[in-house]
C-alpha cells in the first residue's frame, strides 16, 4: 500500500516548517503521512531570512535558501519534493549521495543557473 498525502491547512493558518524530510513523518494506521517536529518551523510568516545557514539540513533546501536564506512556504515545497525523492529511494541514502553539503550546494545552484 502506497503512503497518502494529505495536505490540510486551515485558512490563513501559515506555517513555514523548513525542515520537510522523510525523518520528520509519521505513517499513520492508514497509511496517511503526517509531518512532525516542528522545532524549526514559524507559525503566522510570510518570509524568514536567516543570515546563516548553520545546522540547517543543506541537501533538502531550496535554492533560493541556498542562495539569500530566504524561507517561505514555497522553500518547504522544494523540501517536499526531496521528501518524495527519499520515499522512492525508499530512505536508503541522503539526497545527493557521496557528496558533501558544498558539493550538493554548488551543484544546485549550476542546475538552476543552467550550468550543468
Request: proline residues 5%; contains cysteine.
Amino acid at each position: 500500500k502506497f503512503p497518502k498525502f494529505e495536505i490540510y491547512v486551515p485558512g490563513g493558518f501559515k506555517v513555514i516548517h523548513r525542515d520537510v524530510a522523510a525523518r520528520n513523518c509519521l505513517l499513520g494506521k492508514e497509511f496517511e503521512v503526517k509531518i512532525s517536529d516542528f522545532g524549526m518551523s514559524e507559525a503566522d510568516a510570510n518570509v524568514i531570512k536567516l543570515d546563516k545557514l548553520r545546522n540547517m539540513p543543506i541537501k533538502w533546501l531550496a535554492p533560493e535558501t541556498l542562495r539569500q536564506g530566504i524561507f517561505t512556504t514555497k522553500t518547504d515545497v522544494w523540501s517536499f519534493g526531496v521528501l518524495i525523492w527519499e520515499i522512492f529511494s525508499h530512505c536508503r541514502t541522503d539526497p545527493f549521495p557521496g557528496e558533501t553539503n558544498t558539493q550538493a550546494k554548488d551543484k544546485v545552484s549550476r542546475a538552476i543557473s543552467g550550468i550543468f
